[in-house]
Antibody, heavy 118, light 107 residues
Framework: EVLLVESGGGLVQPGGSLRLSCAAS????????MIWVRQAPGKGLMWVAR????????DYADSVKGRFRISRDNAKDTLYLHMNRLTSDDTAVYYC???????????WGQGTLVIVSS | DIQMTQSPSPLSAFVGDRVTFTCQAS??????LNWYQQKPGKAPKLLIY???NLETGVPSRFSGSGSGTDFTFTISSLQPEDIATYYC?????????FGQGTKLEIK
C-alpha cells in the first residue's frame, strides 16, 4: 500500500523558516516525480513545486520561487520542502503527492498544517 | 497562467440523480486535465486522469469528457458518499492550476 506521511508543520513567525518532510513507504520513491500542493484554510488547491525522479529538475510557483526549495533523498524515501521568509499568505495545509508523469497526482499524504503568525 | 473555471458551485442534487458540472480552461489544454474529489478534512483523491480515464478502483458511476477548453464531469447516480468538493486541474503547462472547486451537496 502506498503511504505518504507529511511532518514538520507548525506555528512559525513571519520571516521564519520551516522544513517539511514527506516519508514514503509501500513503493519506490525514486520512480516518481513528487509534488507539493497547498490549501489555505477554506480555500482551494494550489500547486507549489515539483521535482523529478532523481532530483535534477525542479519547478516552483511564482509565489514561492526564491523562498522555497524542494528536494528529495531517494535513499531515505523522503521528500522535503524547505520554506524560508514565510508570510501569512503561506499559511496552509501542505500536501505531498506522487506523480507518474509530473502532471497527474496519484497518491497524496494526509497533509501537514503550517501557520505563519506572530 | 492558465485559469480554470468550474461551475456551478455549490451544486445540490438528490441521491440517485445524474449530476454534471463543468470546467473551462482559459486556453487550449488538449486533454491534459484531471479531476479530484476532496472530502472535508481529507486529502484530495484522483478520480479521472487525461480528461476521461477512470483511475483504478474508482467506481464506474464517475466519468469525464472533453478536450481543448471545455470539460465535463458526471456522476451517473449520486450516492451519499459522493458529497465532497470536486476540483479540476490542468497540467498542460506550468504552473499546474486547479479550478476553484464545485461543492456537491445532497438535497
Amino acid at each position: 500500500e502506498v503511504l505518504l506521511v507529511e511532518s514538520g508543520g507548525g506555528l512559525v513567525q513571519p520571516g521564519g523558516s520551516l522544513r517539511l518532510s514527506c516519508a514514503a513507504s509501500g513503493f519506490t520513491l525514486r520512480n516518481f516525480w513528487m509534488i507539493w500542493v497547498r490549501q489555505a484554510p477554506g480555500k482551494g488547491l494550489m500547486w507549489v513545486a515539483r521535482i523529478n525522479s532523481d532530483g535534477s529538475s525542479t519547478d516552483y510557483a511564482d509565489s514561492v520561487k526564491g523562498r522555497f526549495r524542494i528536494s528529495r533523498d531517494n535513499a531515505k524515501d523522503t521528500l522535503y520542502l524547505h520554506m524560508n521568509r514565510l508570510t501569512s499568505d503561506d499559511t496552509a495545509v501542505y500536501y505531498c503527492a506522487t506523480s507518474p508523469d509530473s502532471g497527474t497526482y496519484s497518491d497524496w499524504g494526509q497533509g501537514t498544517l503550517v501557520i505563519v503568525s506572530s | 497562467d492558465i485559469q480554470m473555471t468550474q461551475s456551478p458551485s455549490p451544486l445540490s442534487a438528490f441521491v440517485g440523480d445524474r449530476v454534471t458540472f463543468t470546467c473551462q480552461a482559459s486556453q487550449d489544454i488538449r486533454n491534459s486535465l484531471n479531476w479530484y474529489q476532496q472530502k472535508p478534512g481529507k486529502a484530495p483523491k484522483l478520480l479521472i486522469y487525461d480528461a476521461s480515464n477512470l483511475e483504478t478502483g474508482v467506481p464506474s458511476r464517475f466519468s469525464g469528457s472533453g478536450s481543448g477548453t471545455d470539460f465535463t464531469f458526471t456522476i451517473s447516480s449520486l450516492q451519499p458518499e459522493d458529497i465532497a468538493t470536486y476540483y479540476c486541474q490542468q497540467y498542460d503547462s506550468l504552473p499546474h492550476t486547479f479550478g476553484q472547486g464545485t461543492k456537491l451537496e445532497i438535497k
